[in-house]
């Protein structure tokens, strides 16, 4: 049984799918949700103590053999991203009860959970798979069910943010998959740890420079790196609340996952950070998106916009620590991921909150909610402080390794545009205050007991994220092993 | 590694429970805590407690020795000794914070690597400020914010030095820091702020006087002395601090026989006894070191003695102005036959304690051969005895009688004085109790015949001098006056040039404002136009812009690949 543990951590959330969208009912399409992401966080807890009693594990579907086969490959770099996955997948189950029934029709409610589990079992598939095409396959998966998803918003704005992320989407989508196939035609083979091997003598070769490029591009849409970021905004922003906790949470860091495995595992650091010139590619659009995302978020007007812009920004800070390409920089950036992944969770959770009390979270009707709801607003002025990184929170300590990864390589622009970012996210966090605490309230909405399964999983994920500031040990332990597994294969 | 609790925690996690008790209750833990404190630090092993990590630096909390044991051992006697002076006060939250900012000092003076080193700094400068806005009054208010200022702006300064050092690669260690790197050199003018260095001393006549009663005694023992320990620590011979510090002992005279508060002459005469205690530290070897260790911890008691006498007399009659005392001995005279003691000590009458504490300077001065450092520290004994050793009781207690008909201060603040007299007269009469603290093995006849009569001699002409110039009615008259001291450069100046160029600009901008304005206004639109949520940056991008991008992108990361 334990030895099935691989491939039932992806089975779980990919059977519930089906099964919730067979159900139609709202409570038993919840339950199987939350069973699955129980279920698989349950998986990977298992696999995080396997890893690190009994090193890297693998495992081959089907009883096919590696090269040939798909083979699934657990060790210390994607055992967090699995914890990290699947736990916020189970606050978002929890969230998700109250937040879908008040923000989506109870028909399509199952329908939701269905896509749901789909993405879940998207992501955790691209983190655990060790063959190129099949993170491909996985990456669609979630990718699919991520717009299907979008599409669910209240207003009909969410139909068009879902369109423009599936058309931009899927031509990145297809980058990947030309670049997977430029490298197959190169090499011949599909599994990750085979292409690295087979790839060692081909530096030379024009056309896996160009599937490099291609892989990396698709990627970075994914992420949502500046400028392939414009689809991002409106589908955090449109997306039911539910769905936008763990989209932001969860979908850009996986991509990072896939980037950061591509880069150093298959290709190789010293062929796209030595021969190639993509880390001062990164260098320069992570600057860019610092300044910029943070620059637009200090003018939105609607709650959810303005932290979808930050987190284009705080992509800008983990692109930063990858284009770094040391083993500080890459650890601090994957630092940043589990730290920003639990901040930006609890914000959003919070936005989510703010709807269903106040039905709206554009600024204006936000004014003066700190007043009626001192620990809403409380859990958003701990998490926003998170994200202008003053300690003790955990984007602190996230930050802190950021700058000494910088100065390490002497980056001074990019530890200046660092700064600055930081600088605006006190601005935007500090309009979030300013409209929460010092206006006046607004008189025209109505209150109702917030539901103690919401309430719950906010403070969960911002307690998380103070602990994490405080007793940083357990991430970043978690982010040293992931970054010295990647850099001890070609590393520099 | 042991595990090791430090009496610094012990003290400030006890006197967080001074609120919640009240009456005799509260009065033995204040008593208590010292006592506590004192118990767990001579029981503590000699050596480095337990030691942990934060962000990969090693932290160590408790480093007994004897340095630090004798600088801790004085602020804990201080702490008791202010302590019981403060029982009768009904205000909780000075009670408490007398004993957080005495574990303050005492955590600092304990303090294994710089980082702890500053958190203790920091807390003891934001822990004091309370003592000094518990006056109440604006004017205290005010103060208590320069004393703020300062106090931060020397934790900055030394926050900045500990990462220069840490950035060169020093580490963190609390040892030797020296003047080679500018890392040692921030921290030095860190710890200069809080030792009152000349030109940077302006805050410290500036706010203490401004204290409360019990908050003055406080403030007398801890930050300074720590700042000493901190030079003892890190800059031992250092050859700069020798003339710093006898600067210091010199100055401060002139103003304070001028000064009318009786309390801010106590304030100059403070910076004069750490400029013995610097001069100490900067000839270092065992003579100076020593010196300035039992100078430091005789300096707590005796200094602590003459500011709970000045306090006992605010208390009862509402002023410590030269010119409104007199004859104060017919009603209050335990406290002037205690402040007298006091007195004697701080001038270093041999008996009492000054004199056990500054020989063993003078001595390590003598061998050094340093004769101008040696004339103007005698120059500074004379002067001390003058203000501190005959001005404070003469001023105060005789002089012109007033008419003031008060009562003695209640038994909780004589019996305060009393221990603290009796500290100066037992470390005066058997100065190896001191002696065997101190951190080298002191080898050295402290009552030698020549020694004894030359201080006789020197006290002797200094007080003749003074009768004669009161007698002929040349001493400078105790007048209502202000006197200026390098503060004014920031209370007055400062402040006048600011808003003497705050008018200049508000007329300036009268000028040009309209048009500036609007201009500056577009140009902010213009510039961000385009991140507002409707510009071209953050406006939802359409289909196609985005695949453009995308395009783009590649395009450009392929270019740059290929070529």
């Known amino acids: 049984m334990t030895g099935q543990l691989p491939v039932l951590q992806v089975l779980l959330p990919l059977l519930g799918a089906p099964l919730c969208a067979l159900l139609r009912s709202r409570v038993a399409a919840w339950l199987l949700f939350l069973l699955a992401a129980l279920g698989s966080f349950g998986c990977a807890v298992l696999l995080a103590q396997r890893v690190a009693t009994a090193g890297t594990q693998r495992y081959s579907v089907g009883g096919w053999t590696a090269p040939v086969g798909i083979e699934f490959v657990i060790d210390d770099f994607n055992t967090p991203v699995l914890l990290l996955v699947s736990l916020i997948a189970t606050v978002v189950a929890v969230f998700s009860r109250r937040s879908l029934a008040a923000e989506v029709a109870a028909k399509r409610v199952p329908l939701v959970y269905a896509c749901l589990c789909l993405v879940l079992a998207g992501m955790l598939g691209i983190a655990v798979t060790g063959d190129a095409f099949n993170a491909f396959v996985f990456l669609e998966i979630m990718s699919l069910a991520s717009y299907a998803l979008i599409a669910m918003g209240r207003r009909r704005r969410a139909l068009l943010a879902a369109f423009r992320y599936l058309v931009v989407g899927s031509v990145g989508a297809v980058f990947v998959l030309i670049g997977i196939g430029l490298a197959y035609a190169v090499t011949g083979t599909l599994n990750m740890a085979d292409l690295a091997q087979r790839l060692g003598g081909l530096h030379g070769n024009r056309a896996l420079y160009a599937a490099v490029v291609f892989v990396f591009i698709g990627l970075a849409v994914k992420m949502a790196v500046f400028p392939l970021h414009a689809w991002l905004p409106d589908a955090y922003a449109q997306a039911p609340s539910a769905v936008s906790v763990l989209l932001s949470a969860t979908a850009t860091k996986v991509a990072i996952y896939a980037l950061l495995r591509f880069a150093f595992t298959v290709f190789s650091a010293t062929l796209v950070f030595g021969v190639m010139p993509i880390g001062r590619i990164g260098a320069l659009l992570a600057v860019l998106a610092m300044l910029i995302g943070s620059a637009v978020a200090c003018f939105q007007t609607d709650l959810k916009y303005l932290l979808a812009w930050s987190s284009i920004a705080q992509i800008g800070y983990i692109v930063a620590g990858i284009s770094l390409a040391t083993t500080a920089g890459v650890s601090a950036a994957y630092l940043h991921v589990i730290n920003h992944a639990v901040t930006k969770a609890a914000l959003f959770a919070a936005a989510g909150l703010l709807v269903l009390r106040l039905g709206s979270t554009r600024l204006d009707d936000l004014a003066g909610f700190g007043r009626r709801m001192p620990w809403t607003f409380a859990a958003v002025v701990v998490a926003g402080l998170g994200l202008v990184g003053v300690p003790p929170t955990a984007g602190f300590v996230s930050k802190w390794a950021l700058a000494t990864a910088l100065l390490e390589r002497g980056q001074w622009p990019v530890l200046a545009a660092m700064l600055v970012g930081s600088l605006l996210a006190l601005v935007y966090v500090g309009r979030i205050v300013e409209v929460g605490w010092f206006r006046e309230p607004s008189l025209v909405t109505v209150m109702n007991r917030p539901p103690v399964s919401m309430v719950a999983a906010i403070w969960f994920l911002v307690l998380l994220s103070v602990y994490f500031g405080l007793d940083p040990t357990l991430p970043s332990s978690l982010a040293d092993a992931a970054a010295a597994a990647l850099l001890s294969d070609g590393g520099e | ?563």
């Open chain 2, 1 to 563: 590694m042991r595990m090791t609790i430090s009496p610094a925690l012990v003290v400030m996690l006890g006197a967080l429970g001074t609120p919640l008790l009240r009456g005799r209750a509260r009065g033995a833990l204040l008593v208590s805590l010292p006592i506590a404190g004192l118990a767990v630090l001579w029981v503590l092993p000699e050596g480095v407690g337990s030691s942990f990590e934060v962000f990969g630096l090693v932290l160590t909390p408790v480093r007994v020795d004897a340095l630090s044991r004798v600088f801790a051992t004085g602020f804990l006697v201080a702490a008791l000794l202010t302590a019981v002076y403060a029982l009768h006060l009904q205000d909780s939250l000075q009670q408490a914070m007398v004993l957080v900012y005495a574990a303050t000092a005492v955590g600092g003076a304990l303090a294994g690597d710089l980082l702890t080193l500053f958190v203790f700094w920091e807390l003891a400068g934001l822990s004091s400020v309370f003592l000094i806005w518990a006056g109440g009054t604006e004017r205290s208010y005010r103060a208590g914010m320069r004393y703020l200022a300062v106090q931060v702006l020397s934790g900055l300064l030394m926050l900045a030095g500990i990462v220069l050092r840490v950035t060169a690669g020093e580490g963190l260690e609390f040892g030797y820091l020296g003047l080679d790197g500018p890392g040692g050199t921030l921290i030095l003018c860190a710890i200069g702020l809080k030792c009152a260095f000349p030109v940077l001393h302006a805050w410290l006549p500036d706010t203490y006087p401004e204290s409360t009663v019990v908050g003055a005694v406080a403030l007398s023992a801890f930050t300074t002395k720590l700042a000493v320990y901190a030079l003892a620590r890190g800059y031992p011979g250092t050859e700069m601090l020798v003339w710093i510090g006898a600067i210091m002992t010199c100055f401060p005279i002139f103003y304070a026989v001028i000064e009318n508060d009786l309390r801010r002459v106590l304030a100059y005469s403070m910076i004069n006894q750490l400029g013995f205690m610097i001069v100490g530290v900067g000839i270092g070897g065992a003579f100076g070191i020593n010196g300035a260790a039992a100078h430091a911890f005789a300096d707590m008691v005796f200094k602590g003695l003459l500011f709970m006498s000045m306090g006992a007399v605010l208390m009862r009659t509402g002023t410590v102005k030269g010119s409104e005392l007199g004859g104060l001995y017919k009603s209050m005279p335990q406290t002037a036959v205690l402040c007298m003691i006091g007195a004697a000590s701080i001038s270093a009458f041999p008996l009492f304690s000054g004199f056990a504490s500054k020989s063993l300077i003078m001595e390590g001065v003598a061998q050094d051969h340093r004769m101008v450092i040696w004339l103007m520290l005698l120059f500074a004994s004379a002067g001390v005895f003058h203000h501190a050793g005959i001005k404070i009781p003469y001023f105060a207690f005789f002089a012109h009688d007033r008419g003031h008909r008060v009562a003695e201060p209640p038994v909780s603040m004589r019996v305060a004085m009393a221990l603290a007299a009796l500290l100066c007269v037992t470390i005066g009469a058997v100065p190896s109790l001191l002696y065997g603290l101190l951190p080298y093995p002191v080898e050295y006849e402290l009552f030698t015949t020549p020694h004894v009569i030359n201080q006789l001699q020197l006290l002797l002409l200094a007080s003749m001098a003074f009768t004669l110039l009161v007698r002929t009615g040349l001493y400078p008259p105790e007048l209502r006056s202000v006197n200026v001291d390098f503060e004014v450069v920031y209370r007055r100046f400062l402040p006048s040039a600011w808003h003497a160029a705050a008018r200049g600009l508000t007329r300036l901008r009268a000028c040009v404002r309209t048009p500036v304005r609007r201009d500056a206004e577009k140009l902010w639109m213009a510039a961000t136009r385009s991140l507002r949520p409707d510009g071209r940056v953050a406006v939802t991008w359409s289909t196609h812009l985005m695949i453009w991008w995308l395009v783009l992108v590649l395009g450009g990361v392929l270019l740059l690949a290929l070529l």
